[in-house]
């Protein structure tokens, strides 16, 4: 059974996608997740987290009989699987009471929820700050010792499929030694360029720009010469912490390879030490830069746009260029919702520095340490995160985030070519763009205002230098 509190869908803290479709709301078990909701307190976890023991052959019917409970965002992702829960209870008898909840109240209800004695055995978290501090405070549980007991775990199970920029964020604490996955990835997206193709041949000859500075150009003159009507690009602007992966995105396409590697928790605005930030650094500040100029060359209302009225505008035809999460990308050749079907281009990023990459971000299953039913949560985590499901479901999403998935035909199938190769090109060297820390909000607006201020014509070494001094005073 799969209900949802509220159908209303907003951004994620970091941006992440969205979903049009409206689910029935189950009454009464929307009573009881508003009733344990609201009497959850923001205590400790009140029941200690333990390992699940298991001996002998791997069996899906394990604990079969088992009722387990499921907290899942209204997501893509959740309306495919929601198709495929009949399958998985036939296939171990763990029966499933799967919530749903809008994204404007899900983490919320996530973090009040884990801190209740019956906690939810399965959830969904945001592979950055989300799933950190949740580790962090001990409310989820190590994934590690299940993945690798090969009685609970089938042998064809492959962690390895996931690729290490993927899988990173879930692994936690950041650099130590005996860091254990405690998330496992199921819907993945990396920024990418779409463009409408009819634009850029009036405009630009058709010629889509090869370089990040050719882009930048042309969207300009596209303003220029759209009288009103159409604009070069569009491009989130509001003033959100909601904005900033697609820029982080932008400034590891400026990162040369010469520089020194970008390493979790403190990602690229910090050398290693939250004390050490280097926000004047060259390629930080010709990235954000460039982001800034994307927002000028954007409609009279840029500084309002997130992702949703950005992704609106160009599924009417306004804007020539859109740069944002590759989980759009489907939405734009659906009938029902785009007016730009089969006129869009996908490419990946347009290089600037040599060795320049782009951004990714993930969802995750987690097993919440006041689990009761961990062994069961952990084959309802193994069951939608193999290989065949993820590129089933990866269908739905555009987000497969195994490398195998995304050559299944059952995946490669369901979009338009162009934009598997766009998104399989992005992801085999894309960087998580999270920055790993629990009060990190703060620093993130700092990154935002910095954008902001350039995209009204500010002088970016000036702009940055005052970042610069904002962001040590965060964390001396």
Known sequence: MLGVINASHLPKAHGGAMTKTRIVLAALCACVMLAVSAC?????????????????????????????????DQHPWTEAVKTKLADFESATGIKVDAQSYAEDLYFDKLDQAVRTPDAPDVV???????????????????????????????????????????????????????????????????????????????????????????????????????????????????????????????????????NPPITLPYNVYFNGAWNKPRMTDPAIRQGLDDYAQLIAAGPPNKFALDWSDASALFSQGKAAFYLDASVFGPNFEKPDQSAIVGKVGYAPLPPAAKGGTSGLWSWALSIPSASHNKGAAWLFTQWFTDKQRTAEIGAATGGAPRQSSTDMPVYTSAFVPEYVSAVK????????????????????????????????????????????????????
């Open 425 to 476: 090109q992005s992801l085999a060297t894309a960087r998580p763009t999270a920055v790993i820390k629990e009060d990190a909000d703060p620093a993130l607006l700092v990154i935002v205002d910095a954008v902001l201020a350039m995209a009204q014509g500010k002088d970016p070494s000036a702009v940055m230098t005052d970042a610069q001094t904002k962001m040590a005073s965060l964390y001396p």
């Open 124 to 258: 969904m978290t945001g592979l950055d700050t989300n799933l950190a501090t949740l580790q962090a405070a001990g409310l989820v549980e190590p994934l590690t010792p299940m993945i690798n007991n090969a009685s609970l775990t089938a042998s064809g199970y492959d962690l390895a499929d996931f690729p290490k920029g993927i899988v990173e964020p879930a692994t936690l604490p950041s650099g130590d030694s005996n860091a254990a996955l405690y998330g496992v990835p199921i819907s993945t997206e990396t920024y990418i360029l779409f463009y409408n193709k009819d634009l850029v041949g009036k405009y630009l000859g058709g010629k889509v720009p090869a370089t990040m500075a050719d882009l930048i150009a042309g969207a300009k003159l596209i303003t220029e010469q759209g009288n009103g009507e159409v604009f070069g690009s569009v491009v989130r602007g509001v003033r959100a912490t909601s904005i900033v992966d697609t820029p982080t995105a932008m400034v590891f396409n400026e990162w040369p390879a010469t």
């Open 40 to 72: 959850a307190g923001m205590g400790n976890t009140p029941k200690e987290s333990s390992s699940v023991s298991a001996e002998g052959a791997f069996d899906w019917k394990r604990f079969s009989g088992t009722t387990i409970h499921v907290m899942l």
